[in-house]
Structure formats: C-alpha cells, structure tokens
C-alpha cells in the first residue's frame, strides 16, 4: 500500500448495523460518522460505507458538498445474507475490488483486513459476563469474534475505563492498544426538553405515541429487552407500587400522579434467549394495561418518548456504557439507575439509585422516583452537568486521533 496524504485517506466502515431499523451499534455508527463530518482534521477523508444490503437514503450521503468528509456509501445487494458470514467472507471481497486506507468496525468483529490498519468497536464484554442472555450459537459467535477482532486490530476502541481494563485483562490487549472514546448524547434529546410543551412536532408525535398505546402518566423503559435489565424483577416491584392504596411517604412531589395510575412502557426488542418469557413475565405480574410493549420504537420518536415520560427505568446488572440514562437526562427527565459497573462509573454520586437488585429495594426506588420531590429535582438538576461534555463531536475527535494512530502505527507496505 502506498503512503497516502492525511487529506486524502479512505476509511472502510462496516455499516450494515445501520440498515433496517438500526438499534445500539447502528445509532453509534451513525452518529459518530455524522459529527465526524465536523471534524477539521478529517477534511478531504473518504469515509465507504459497506452495507450488505439494497440501496437506501440516508443524510450521511444525501448531500456530498455537506461535511468535511466525503461518504460513498457500497451496496452489495444481498439483504438476505446472514451479517457474520457476509461479514466475514464476503466483505473482505468488497474490500480488494473497492480498497481503502483503513478499516473501521464499529460492533465488536472485524473482517480480514490483511495488508491495511483497522480499528474495531468492542462496546462491552456482556457475553463474557452473562453467557445466560445468549444463544450457545451466538455466545460461542460473539466470544470467537470479538477475541479474534482484539486480538488483530491495530486500535481497539471502547466506551468506559472499566471495559478497557477488561479488555486488557480478558483478551491480552495491551495497554497502548486500546482508547476509550466516551460515547455522546444527541441534542435532540436536549431539544425535546425545552419543546416539553409541545408544538406542531410534538403534537404529530404525541399522536403517533398515542395510536400505539402510550399516555401519561408513564415509567419507561428503553432498550432491548435482555435477562440482564431483570424486567423479572422490575415488574413485581411496580406491581407492588400501584397496589398501594396508601403508600407511606410515597408523593412529596405536588401535583405527583397516584402511583395506582402509573403505567410502564417497554420500548425495545425483545431479546430474550426464550422470547415467550417476557409473555411469561408481564402474565405473572399481573397489571393488565398498565404494561404497554412497544418493541422497535423509530428512532424520531425516542426524544418526544423520554421527554412525556413520568422518570425512565435502568436497573441492569452490567452495562457497557448505558446510553438511555444519559439521554432520559438531557429529556429532562429523571431516572432510577442501578449499582452496575460502567453505570458506577458514569454516575457516582448520583441521588436516584438501586443498591441492589431485590424487588423491595425497587419497589422503594419506584416509589421516589414517582413522588420524591425533592430526589427528582436533584436528579434533574444534575442532568446538564452529566450530559454537558458527552458530546458526538467530542466522541468524533477521539475516533479522528484514533485513525491517525493507526495510520501511524501500521507498518506500510510499498508495492
């Protein structure tokens, strides 16, 4: 490969987490490549975007003179391939016959990249820690995957310290081989905050919620659906709560819904390795209505969704980042976190927290959330400060030194 002018680098992203109805990694990608075209550093970069998939629209290439970076998005055509093995084998094909610089896997596997610098996105270790909320064929592909991509990229990125440390210490990478690029939060959650009162927006939106099932006063809960986010025990917690013709201390708040009223959105795939479970589940709990399951939410709803929200729920026994906390905050509003590494490290201190996963402790952190008054303003008011300095521009930076990096460290080859 011949050395190429900084101005002048193409960087080969895998981008098929983008299509469809993207979720964690595709909402990432999209993201970080978005606020990358803000970058001056990578002014004159070429950014190829590999889908597996049939053509689509999208703002990232809608308009080339827009951002600093040019996006040429590659559309192989086969939206029935499975994503590993078109990863894994076809990919590499794409890459000799349309070749760039560098390439770039935002969800934790990398293709074979022989002859170039790669980076790879290795967002948690979740399949290391609860090999219960996997399939025995998607465990063994996850841990194969995400072990072979650390073991072979020039630059192993991650969102938290504490998954870096992990990475280290599982999977042998070492220290000056791996970069914590904190992840952002979108000022369209910001924006729903200060248009809480509605609009022409926000009133088609909350139409839109509406139709689907969703009316205040609400608790919600975004994000897939995994064994690990114990909606087990969360359920039992509120059946609890709006059982309580009398709970002792339980609205301090003026104008606080009777917690009888409250419902609980779910908003996210389910992906449990039983999917009948969460049947199982809601049944047991026995609230009737009150439990309304969304599945997919589109990505346009999810601010006007956090910001009519009564107070989110993220209780979960390890997270990699948890990115539904911080954008419930930049909503405006407040949420009920568990004691989980990587939430530890993003919210020390933090007024509105589980200790520990059991249903009276929930119930207990329900009930504040629903009417402690003063919990509530204190979580709210803490909201700009979390959020403030996670910014996708900021996380865009890191990934810019990032590439330049491995730019740097990968050995050339002159033909």
């Known amino acids: 490969m011949n050395e190429t002018r900084a101005g002048s680098r193409s960087v080969g992203v895998v981008g098929y987490e983008m299509e469809g109805a993207p979720t964690g990694v595709g909402r990432y990608t999209e993201e970080i490549l978005t606020a990358l ?16 998939g049939d053509p689509f629209e999208h703002p990232l290439w809608a308009d080339p003179g827009s ?6 998005p590659v559309f192989d055509r086969r939206p029935g391939a499975h994503p590993v093995l078109w990863e894994q084998f076809r990919l590499p094909r794409l890459l000799r016959r ?58 192993v990125l ?8 992990e990475l280290q210490q599982r999977y042998g990478v070492p220290p000056g081989r791996v970069a ?63 059982r309580e013709e009398s709970p002792t201390g339980s609205v301090t708040c003026p104008g606080a819904p009777n917690p009888a009223e409250v419902r609980l959105v779910i908003a996210g795939r389910n992906q449990l390795p039983r999917r009948e479970e ?16 969304l599945g997919y939410v589109e990505d346009e709803l999810l601010p006007r969704l956090y910001a009519r929200a009564l107070g989110t729920i993220y209780v979960s026994e390890y997270e990699g980042y948890g990115l539904p906390p911080l954008e419930s905050l930049a909503a405006g509003v407040p949420v009920l976190v568990s004691d989980a590494p990587a939430l530890t490290e ?10 520990r996963l059991e249903v009276e402790d929930l119930t207990e952190g329900l009930r504040r959330l629903v009417g402690d008054g003063e ?41």
């Open 346 to 355: 993003l919210w020390p201190e933090y007024p509105l927290r589980c200790d």
């Open 98 to 155: 349309q070749p760039v610089d560098l390439v770039f896997s935002p969800g934790y596997s990398l293709p074979r990249t022989r002859g170039r610098a790669s980076l790879v996105t290795i967002h948690d270790l979740s399949f290391e820690h609860f090999p219960a909320d996997f399939s025995n064929r998607e465990l063994r592909r996850r841990r194969y995957l995400a072990r072979g991509a650390a073991r072979t990229a020039t630059r």
């Open 180 to 242: 914590v690029v904190p992840l952002g939060v979108s000022p369209r959650f910001v924006a729903a905050a200060a248009s809480a009162s509605g609009g022409t927006a926000a009133g088609e939106q909350d139409r839109a919620l509406a139709d689907r099932g969703v009316r205040p006063p609400y608790l919600l809960m975004l994000g897939s659906v995994l064994p690990r986010r114990r909606l087990d025990l969360v359920l039992p917690a509120l059946g609890r709560l709006v």
């Open 375 to 415: 919990a509530r303003r204190l979580a709210i008011s803490e909201g700009p400060g979390r959020v403030g300095e996670l910014t996708w521009d900021r996380a865009a930076e890191c990934f810019a030194d990032e590439v330049e990096t491995a730019w740097r460290r990968f050995p050339k080859q002159v033909p």
């Open 278 to 293: 969460l049947d199982r589940i809601v049944r047991a709990a026995d609230l009737g209505d009150r439990v309304i399951r």
């Open 37 to 52: 075209g803000r970058v001056p550093r990578a002014e004159g970069w070429r950014l190829r975007l590999f889908f597996k």
């Open 67 to 72: 951002g600093s970076c040019r996006v040429e």
């Open 158 to 165: 991650t969102d938290t310290r504490r998954t870096a440390a």
